[in-house]
């Protein structure tokens, strides 16, 4: 599928990341439509952008997830320097770290030069996640439940359709309540801040968490640029170096062919 520059919003940089490519979960049609919607310098994929831990599971590839890969190498192809930093359900791909095929590049790390002059720490961001870098097995049983979760959200928002409401997260629901994980996305935050600090950087950009978010923590801008799983979200730096956070419409109850939407700034 090839974009239509015609009807492109213009931006510096586009963040993306939590795609999940090869699972059901995956909003692959919200992001054809929100790729398709925007002419960027950078296009970064944030890490898991394919699922290979959803693949060997069970093989699932629709056309719309072929679409996706299209636009992406379209874009590249037509001048977008393509950014690939490897998540952890694509970490098969860390092992091509270093590697570039025409504008396309993969890296583990990368460092983003904004237009105004700040420096930005790009990083998927499991190596945040105590369980995931300490146990495996762990990290997969966590999977596995937030798998069953979303496979219950898929029928509950059936019915939410049948009856003409917008799409709910129960995932995102049930984050939001539970105190140990409201504390963990605040100790990964925390610990995100601290890898750019260290760095002598001014701010970082991850995803990992599906929870889009922008804040400052003791002076390092922490970005967060959500998912296509649950929220749609992409963080966004215009042509003068302004980071936004935008959510594509359908995916947080606006109408269907409502535009993107800034949430944050």
């Excluded at 105590?130 to 097995?137: F, G, I, L, P, Y």
């Excluded at 496979?151 to 049930?174: D, E, F, I, K, Q």
């Excluded at 801008?221 to 963080?235: K, R």
């Amino acid at each position: 599928m090839k974009p239509d520059k015609s009807k492109s919003l213009r931006l510096r940089s586009v963040f993306v990341s939590d795609v999940h490519l090869g699972s059901k979960d995956c909003r692959a049609r919200e992001l054809l439509e929100f790729l398709g919607s925007v002419d960027a310098d950078y296009l970064f994929l944030v890490g898991d952008i394919i699922d290979f831990w959803s693949l060997r599971r069970s093989f699932y590839w629709p056309q719309e997830h072929n679409d996706v890969l299209r636009m992406i190498l379209a874009k590249a192809r037509e001048g977008t320097q393509v950014i690939y930093v490897p998540g952890n359900h694509d970490d098969d791909l860390r092992e091509f770290c270093g590697s570039q095929f025409g504008n396309l590049v993969i890296r583990r790390k990368y460092v983003h030069a904004a237009a105004d002059g700040r420096e930005f720490l790009v990083m998927h961001g499991d190596e945040f996640d105590t369980a995931v870098k300490c146990s495996r097995w762990l990290a997969k049983f966590g999977a596995a439940a937030y798998e069953f979760m979303m496979r219950m959200n898929r029928g509950v928002n059936l019915c939410r359709r049948a009856l003409g409401m917008p799409y709910w997260s129960l995932a995102t629901y049930v984050k939001l309540r539970l105190g140990n994980a409201v504390r963990y996305v605040e100790a990964f935050e925390t610990a995100a801040a601290q890898a750019a600090r260290a760095r002598g950087l001014d701010g970082i950009i991850c995803g990992h968490i599906h929870r889009a978010g922008m804040r400052d923590i003791d002076g390092i801008t922490y970005c967060n640029d959500g998912d296509w799983v649950e929220s749609c979200t992409a963080l966004v730096e215009s042509p003068g170096g302004e980071l936004s956070l935008w959510q594509f419409g359908a995916a947080s109850g606006l109408p269907e062919g409502d535009e993107l939407m800034e949430v944050a700034a």
